[in-house]
């Protein structure tokens, strides 16, 4: 069974930082893309970044204010959230195959 728990959700100033990350388990991240995903409240889930293997891919809105990675040996992705933005609010959640966690929440105020 495939579990996955986001953490590093919170309230952050508008320009400030969170990292943000997902722990999984019943499956190996290295051999899976994994990928983040927002929603803002009332609107729909969006995608944010995904990681497989050694690449990387962003959506516009956030490519070069955020960055995701990986930790095998702990079999996490994290993503990194610099500059961020009102329109950066929502629940964060990460995604593997058919696979959510729960989200967690990013609120930044401006």
């Known amino acids: 069974q495939v579990q996955l728990v986001e953490s590093g959700g919170g309230l952050v100033q508008a320009g400030g930082s969170l990292r943000l990350s997902c722990a999984g388990s019943?499956?190996?991240?290295?051999?899976?893309?994994v990928g983040w995903y927002r929603q803002a409240p009332g609107g729909q889930r969006e995608w944010v970044a995904s990681?497989?293997?050694?690449?990387?891919m962003y959506a516009d809105a956030v490519r070069g204010r955020f960055s995701i990675s990986r930790d095998n040996a702990e079999n996490t992705v994290s993503l990194e959230m610099n500059s961020l933005k009102p329109e950066d609010a929502g629940t964060y959640y990460c995604n593997v195959l058919s696979s959510w966690g729960q989200g967690t929440l990013v609120t930044v105020s401006s």
């Open positions: 990681i497989y293997m050694f690449s990387a």
């Open positions: 019943g499956i190996t991240f290295d051999q899976n893309t």
